[in-house]
C-alpha cells in the first residue's frame, strides 16, 4: 500500500513537471504592431528620437504617437 502511494505521488509529480515544461513551447509568438514595424524600418535618428521620447515625460504615450513626434516616414502607407 505504501509503494502504491509512492508510485502514484511520483507519477502525479512527473505529470506535472512535464505540463510545466510543455507550456512554454505552446505559447503563440507575439505578432508585431504596424507601429513596431514602422520603427524597424526607420533611420537610426528617428529610434534614438523615439527611444528619447520613451524615456522622458512622454513615456506613456503610444509608439505611433512618438514616432509622429519624431517626424518618421510613413512606410506603410507606401506598400
Request: charged share 30%; proline share 1%; glycine share 6%.
Given at each position: 500500500?505504501?509503494?502504491?502511494i509512492?508510485l502514484?505521488?511520483?507519477?502525479?509529480?512527473?505529470?506535472?513537471?512535464?505540463?510545466?515544461?510543455d507550456?512554454?513551447?505552446?505559447?503563440?509568438?507575439?505578432?508585431?504592431?504596424?507601429?513596431?514595424?514602422?520603427?524597424?524600418k526607420?533611420?537610426?535618428?528617428?529610434?534614438?528620437?523615439?527611444?528619447?521620447?520613451?524615456?522622458?515625460?512622454?513615456?506613456?504615450?503610444s509608439?505611433?504617437?512618438?514616432?509622429?513626434g519624431?517626424?518618421a516616414?510613413?512606410?506603410?502607407e507606401?506598400?
Amino acid at each position: 500500500m505504501k509503494n502504491l502511494i509512492r508510485l502514484l505521488f511520483v507519477s502525479l509529480l512527473f505529470g506535472l513537471l512535464i505540463s510545466c515544461s510543455d507550456n512554454n513551447e505552446t505559447e503563440k509568438p507575439k505578432e508585431k504592431t504596424s507601429a513596431e514595424i514602422r520603427l524597424e524600418k526607420q533611420s537610426q535618428s528617428v529610434k534614438n528620437c523615439v527611444r528619447t521620447f520613451g524615456q522622458g515625460v512622454y513615456k506613456d504615450k503610444s509608439l505611433s504617437w512618438k514616432l509622429d513626434g519624431c517626424n518618421a516616414s510613413n512606410w506603410l502607407e507606401w506598400r
